[in-house]
């Protein structure tokens, strides 16, 4: 049998409260490994189905089978849809320590997050790579955090080789990249959702992989220096 997640998981609970005084929780079943299990539905939509707009070079297969980051996805559009992404919104985190994080930001950047949870804690084979590197990253990390999180970890990774961690950087954004690409083409053509929340958050953490991109050089020497 499956147990919980351990208290180091990521997020959680997540709850956002609404300007116009609405208010939705999310909670975040783990399975042992600490990959998201979103609740089962009897149906879920065809756009979640794994060849439907399938990222090139995807490992998984099957014809029946679903995309873990889009059913992983799939969970929060219910409660997001019909929602603007620029309204601003108060939103709380609990991590698996039980601690608890707060920030007032508009509603794309909090629905980053969840994009964030379907790419690195679903089982994408992409997000399964990098998913250790996040251990240890608060609720609510700005790119900068997130940033200095994942260059510490390749570097890490490939014990201190600089060029190596540049490389496998570039490697990972471009292949992020392309899942939420292949995301945003499931959501807009198989599903009419109202309201820019959604589509938007994932734009935003697309907008954080080209930075990441652009920032690789700063970001390695802030934590090695100059050395090369």
Known sequence: MDTPAPRASWYQELVIRFPDGAREAFFI?????????????AQPAPWTLLEHHKCPGCPLAAPDRFCPAALSLEQTLDKLAGRISYEEVQASAVDGDERTFRVTWPLQKVGAVFVQLAVFASGCPVGMRYKPLLAGLQPFATNEELGKHLVAGLLKRHRGAVEECRKELETAMETLRTVLLHLCKRLAQDRALDGDAVPNAIV?????????????????????????
Request: charged share 25%; hydrophobic share 30%; with cysteine.
């Open 29 to 41: 079943e783990r399975s042992r490994s600490g990959t998201h299990r979103p609740t089962k539905r």
């Open 204 to 228: 935003t953490v697309d907008a954080f992989a080209a930075w990441i991109s652009m920032q690789a050089e700063h970001l390695i020497q802030g934590i090695c220096g100059n050395r090369k």
